[in-house]
């Protein structure tokens, strides 16, 4: 099976490099720009127009405002698509490009990398055991990596909507979106504060990428105390408890899901028509 990567930016190198820990080597990559082949260390066939990419699977790990014309591409010729996310902003260009892949008989995957995480899995058995929680808290602050094509609501808080969906089995009844700037200099609003009304829960999302101290701390509340999901420290506390969580790959799963073709949750639409 030969794969591609269009795109050999920050998240294309972390494909590459999580592909070759999973076994893959018959890769082909497309990229523009010059490549340090020693900070990557391997080397591969290089292409600078997509169009010239041959492969049976292809990773499209471009800015947002790229997907659509390239998913597109490869999707006509029945090629698997793994797209980073988001698809692209347009909830109209979503649905098209999934009824293309449906058309061409071909798998349209986009990775919401949270719903692979066991962390998040953890967390759910929970939820099926004791009831949904009256509120969820989601912190999604760190400073950079800056994002030049979407701002931080599509790029972090859109993690924070696809775990809810995911955790509640619900889409919310309504959403409430606050876009600025924490850096004035800021290209795009760095920073969002988000509130979602789910049917028994309302979830807090605050995400930024212009703060100086990494918090990715989530705040469940039940109605017999809080439980503390700290993915820096990949640890779930439930009173003084520490419980156990899986120790695999979130990225590897998701690796793994797509080329599998089973068992995959596509939270795409929902969490597009919410962001917006």
Known sequence: MRIGIVGLGYWGKIILNNLRELGYDDIVI???????????GGKYKVVKDYNQLKCDKVFVLTPATMHFDICEHFLKQGIDVFCEKPLDKSLTKCKKLFSIAKKYGATL?????????PAVHKIKSLIK????????????MNYG??????????????????????????TPSSSQ?????????SEQEDSVVGILSFKDTCVQINASWAYNTKNRLYIFEFKDGLLYWD???????????SLEVGKTSPLHNSI???FSGHGVFDPTLDVTRILQ
């Open 109 to 117: 995957f986009v990775d919401w990398l949270f719903t692979f995480n």
């Open 30 to 40: 497309c990229e523009k720009q010059p490549i340090d082949w020693a900070s990557i």
């Open 256 to 258: 793994n899901s797509f």
């Open 145 to 170: 990596p800056v994002r030049h094509d979407v701002n931080a609501r599509w790029d972090l808080a859109s993690h924070d909507v696809s775990i809810a969906c995911y955790l509640l089995e619900e």
């Open 129 to 140: 055991e004791w009831g949904k929680p009256t509120s969820i808290t989601a912190n999604r």
């Open 231 to 241: 993915d820096t420290t990949k640890s779930i506390i439930w009173g003084t408890e």
């Open 177 to 185: 979106w606050l876009d600025f700037k924490r850096d004035p200099t």
